[in-house]
């Protein structure tokens, strides 16, 4: 994903909120530092983008 696709941001800042938004499908942007040592994970997601309908499902 490039950055000028990214529609949606979030960031938390555990690794257990991180792992949750990757299984949620949310792709890791960044990594920050926070004073303290901590770090903060900055997600993105995509506009997401309807598969077309087979013709076989119209009604």
Known sequence: MQLHEVKEVKSV???N????????????IAV???????ARYVFGKAELKAEPVPASKWL
């Open 32 to 38: 920050v530092p926070e004073n303290g040592g901590a």
């Open 17 to 28: 909120a991180a792992n949750q938004a990757l299984a949620e499908g949310w792709t890791l």
């Open 13 to 15: 800042a555990t690794t």
